[in-house]
């Protein structure tokens, strides 16, 4: 430091040396810290890219699993409507031999259509194209 019969000049020529040696710290330090920042910047730009495609994989994961999921209801669709059908006929109509054996072997035949064309297509293996 100084002497206390230091004159006032070196005093502040001291301190004026200490302030430069400060302000060469303080840029050493904003420039580390400015060089970290830009890494970090650049690592959560990484991840945020990765969660956007993430993201977009799953949705488009989840819509391709909708559509397998609607294929596959559309299968019983026809089996559906026979039931509805059926179920519409009249007792006394269906007691009929030659009109209730007809459509009940229909409504079987059909159903047994459905099931193996959903399985030669795999609606039920999950390869459903």
Known sequence: MWGPDSPLEHRI??????????K??????KGELSGRLDVHSQKIADLRRAIDEAQLSLHNRIDINEEKAARIDAYGLPVIGLGIFLSGVPQELASVPWLGIPLTVIGVALTIIVLVLGIRRGAWSGKLS
Not at 13 to 22: A, P, S, T, Y
Not at 24 to 29: D, V
């Open 13 to 22: 020529n001291i301190l004026l040396g200490r302030v430069e040696g400060l």
């Open 24 to 29: 060469a710290a303080l840029k050493e330090a």
